[in-house]
């Protein structure tokens, strides 16, 4: 494969729109934020933090009660894990963007539409509403555009 390469000849990340960002501070909180909230979940399904099933339960879970296959559920384990600590870097932040938001419209569609738009404040729902998981798409969709900003290893790699 060709190496691409600018006007004076500077060899350029053959990929360099995956690191592609500006020097903007709002990609840093919505990453920052993102992770905060990503993280916890992640931890609840891999190590059973939080009150969450570990491993062997949470895929347990997805293969015999919803029947995913094993590489997909373990998949959203890894997602749901390692995306926080991606985030905080800001590394590969348009990756990770693409990959949380497909997660959680997959949650939404497969989980959370039946239920309706609203959180069970009051426990009167089966369930949970997809607000939440709506904003989750929301700010990934918004790192997908703008990269991951200020403070990002993104913004090395582009250099």
Known sequence: MKTLTVPDETPVFPLRWVVATNDEAAPLVIRLMLALVLFPHGAQKLFGWFGGYGFDGTMQYFTETVNLPYLLALS???IEFLSPFLLVAG?????VGVLISLLFT???LT??????FFMNWNGSQPGEGYEYHLLIVAMAVSLLISGGGKLSL????AK
């Open 76 to 78: 959203i384990i890894l």
């Open 91 to 95: 590394l590969f932040t348009r990756v």
């Open 106 to 108: 997959g949650i939404i």
């Open 111 to 116: 989980a959370h539409v039946a239920i309706g």
């Open 154 to 157: 993104d913004s090395k790699l």
